[in-house]
């Protein structure tokens, strides 16, 4: 029986250690980090994720503002509050809450945002420094997920680690960074062909493809570990993932929940890198 990798605990302790540095930052030097979000629209995740992105930051510590828009709003009026935001010395970070409408050209928008202040990651010159091992800011959860193996000391070099999903936001990110680490990455999406092969194969498996029980128990590896991304609503309305949980958890070493698992990781790490760059814009 595999045992569960518990994101939850990860997610409080991390934000215990950045809660410890934004006081030091506090006291030292006389800076409170400050994150600011830009919500449109009242879709129910959105509004919920930012709910508990505002919690996270009070709870370490981080000062937050959420800048909320209908969602008839003109790409105009987004454009000057990030312009405006770049250069407001109260906010270290911005966060753009995706998905904006699609009347509104999310890319040329989030282009937008001082490299600077990218907490998210997502900016083409972060993601450039991650593909030639730079410091940069890097997206959140790829950066949780691989905190969490690390805090379970879970060896990622040499692994062969299984990537389903190639989004900007997970795959791909993901991929460079456990290549940093010495993995050995195959990417799914798909096109892939037998998907259950290549999974099979899997000493450490990613699913990231938002496919409720995508991923059958039995294709899992003996001893493998499971990290589950996939968010989704089971026919009875439950958050559950990409994985076949109690199937995969019969054969898995470590395995993570949904919920409970890699979630509570993206909002950790998020917190951790406003602390990041606030750190790097006083110094
Ligand atoms: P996305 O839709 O942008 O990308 C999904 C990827 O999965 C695509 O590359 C696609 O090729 C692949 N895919 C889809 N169906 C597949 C299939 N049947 N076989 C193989 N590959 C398949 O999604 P995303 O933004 O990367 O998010 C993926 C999932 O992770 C979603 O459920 C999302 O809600 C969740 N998510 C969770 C967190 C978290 O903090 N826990 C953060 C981001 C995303």
Redesign the pocket.
């Known amino acids: 029986m595999a045992q569960i990798i518990d994101g939850k605990s990860v997610a409080l302790q991390i934000k215990l250690e950045v809660k410890e540095q934004v006081d030091r930052l506090r006291s030292e030097y006389k800076v409170i980090p400050g994150l600011a979000v830009v919500l449109v629209g009242d879709d129910v995740g959105s509004v919920t994720y930012v709910r508990n992105k505002q919690k996270a930051c009070d709870d370490v510590g981080i000062h937050s503002r959420t800048f909320s828009f209908s969602s008839d709003v003109e790409q105009k009026e987004l454009e000057i509050l990030i312009l405006e935001l770049n250069h407001n010395a109260q906010y270290n970070g911005i966060l753009v809450q995706m998905p904006l409408p699609k009347r509104i050209d999310s890319r040329s928008l989030l282009n937008m945002i001082d490299e600077h202040k990218d907490v998210d990651g997502l900016l083409p010159s972060n993601m450039g420094r991650l593909v030639i091992g730079e410091e940069a800011l890097y997206p ?2 790829p950066l ?1 997920i691989m905190m969490l193996l690390q805090r379970y000391s879970i060896p990622v070099s040499g692994a062969h680690v299984v990537i ?8 791909k990110p993901l991929a460079l960074m456990m290549l940093a680490a010495n993995a050995t990455v195959t990417m ?5 062909r037998d ?1 259950p092969g290549i999974v099979k194969q899997a000493d450490i498996l990613v ?5 409720l029980g ?1 991923v059958k128990g039995e294709w899992i590896k003996q001893g493998a570990v499971v990290i589950d ?4 609503r089971s026919p009875g309305g439950k958050l559950a ?2 994985v076949e949980f109690e199937q995969a958890e019969k054969r898995a070493s470590f395995i993570t929940p ?1 919920p409970g ?7 950790a790490m998020l917190m951790r890198n406003t602390l990041i760059a606030t750190e790097r814009q006083i110094r």
């Open positions: 959140c959860t949780g389903i999903g190639r989004s900007t936001l997970v795959g799914c999406h798909t096109k892939t998907l699913a990231a493809a938002g496919r995508l991304v996939g968010m989704n993932g990409d949904v698992g890699v979630g509570p990781m993206t909002i």
